[in-house]
């Protein structure tokens, strides 16, 4: 059969497929996240209808979804609001890194696989899926209550926590030299600076540049623009990702609103599919004897996000029903924490980290929104 057709096949198969299973998810009212994991598990190595052709196709349109993942986050804010959040939760984002990225790298070092692989677990425990709980709070009319402005604030720490955390992890994977990963930190941690004070002191004239009253050219523009950024970011060693949420950033006001309204169908086709990807990266058969692990893992890291919302809520003078809305809230994991795997077991780092972080995440996934939906029956505001 041709090549081309083959590939259209398998592409249809799977995209088809995720429809089916976004459906179910709806469905039910669960998070399609878990399912797609399932359906890459299917279709890798090991699975059921392994993929012949098409893999290395699907593994760029995962990456484009991992851009336009940030890139629509970024949108939320705005720079100004991104500085006074990082000003006024500093403390309680603080927290939430120690609380939540301890589990991972204390698994990672009792296991005995290595103080890289450590680094590497903390990052795949300490993220909460910024999309799933955006979802969440959207769903269940959370968007207006007091405690959301809290859970959004710790988001955009840990987003910029990632900023800083992801050069790091890539220099240990790359086994450069305390010098070299110095040098690297300093050139991400610097691109980072310089993003941010472009987008709040020229914001204005990239919006200008950006905007369109036609939507197919406004799309063309953030997209084109994005990913530019994105590979400009990932040769300095900050990552794609990084990348992709400050330009999200450097926008604002109606044109982010339009933006965003543009890119959420593109959006999650290709994040999507950059699950699917994740799956067919990790061996179904490796993930039995890591599950009564990642169920561990999974409940600690229940407590611990808990914690965390309990904590920031109550600073902020939120009442007993809000901070546990809060701590809820934060369960989820999702798209970083599988970019982080990712990143891992392309590495080689240990072979039982991918089924580890592909379970581990599959189970916060489909938890965080039912325990969600659980306590609106406890406290519906």
């Given at each position: ?16 497929a995720?429809?089916v299973l ?20 299917a ?7 392994p ?13 484009i979804g991992?851009?336009?993942?940030l ?11 991104l ?5 006024g939760?500093?403390?309680a ?16 070092l ?9 680094v ?6 300490y ?9 969440v ?5 959370w968007?207006g ?5 809290v859970?959004l ?7 910029l926590?990632?900023?800083v ?7 240990l ?10 040098v690297t930190?300093?050139v ?17 004239f ?11 050219v406004?799309l ?19 990552s ?5 949420f ?10 982010a ?7 959420a169908p ?7 599919v950059f ?8 061996d ?13 893992l ?9 914690a ?15 901070r546990v ?7 989820p ?8 795997a ?9 072979p039982?980290l ?8 599959l ?9 969600a939906?659980?306590?609106?029956r406890?406290?519906?505001?």
């Open positions: 059969m041709h090549h081309t057709a083959i590939v259209f096949l398998e592409l249809g198969g799977i995209i088809l995720l429809g976004g459906a179910l998810a709806l469905r039910v009212g669960i998070s399609p996240i878990p399912l797609y994991l399932v359906a890459g598990l279709f890798g190595k090991g699975g059921i209808l993929l012949a052709t098409s893999e290395d196709f699907i593994a760029v349109v995962a990456e991992v851009v336009l993942l890139l629509t986050l970024g949108l939320e804010y705005n720079a100004k609001e500085v006074s959040s990082l000003r939760n500093a403390r984002g603080l927290v939430d890194m120690v609380l939540n990225a301890a589990p991972g790298a204390i698994a990672a009792l296991l005995g696989w290595g103080p890289v692989a450590a590497a677990m903390a990052g795949v425990t993220m909460t899926s910024s999309g799933i709980t955006a979802k709070l959207s769903d269940l009319g968007i209550n007091r405690e959301t402005p859970v604030s710790l988001l955009v720490f840990e987003d926590a990632m900023a955390y992801l050069p790091v992890l890539t220099a994977l790359a086994g450069v030299s305390l010098v070299s990963g110095a930190l300093a991400a941690l610097g691109t980072v600076t310089v993003v941010l004070v472009v987008a709040l002191r020229f914001g204005r990239i919006e200008a540049f950006v905007s369109s009253p036609n939507n197919e406004l063309l523009k953030v997209v084109g623009l994005a990913l530019l950024v994105a590979g400009i970011a990932q040769q300095l060693q900050v794609a990702a990084v990348g992709a400050l330009v999200g950033i450097a926008l604002s006001g109606e044109l609103h339009e933006a965003r309204a543009l890119l593109l959006r999650d086709l290709f994040a999507a699950f699917v990807f994740f799956g067919l990266q990790t179904p058969t490796k993930i039995g004897p890591v599950a009564g692990l990642a169920v561990l999974a409940v600690i890291s229940m407590l611990t996000k808990l965390t919302g309990a904590y920031a809520a109550r600073r902020a003078g939120i009442a007993r029903a809000g809305r809060a701590g809820i809230s934060l369960i994991r999702g798209e970083f924490n599988i970019v982080v990712g990143l891992a077991v392309a590495a080689g780092v240990h039982d991918g089924p580890l972080a592909a379970t581990y995440v189970i916060l996934a489909a938890f965080g929104p039912l325990a939906k659980l306590v609106v406890a406290f519906p505001r």
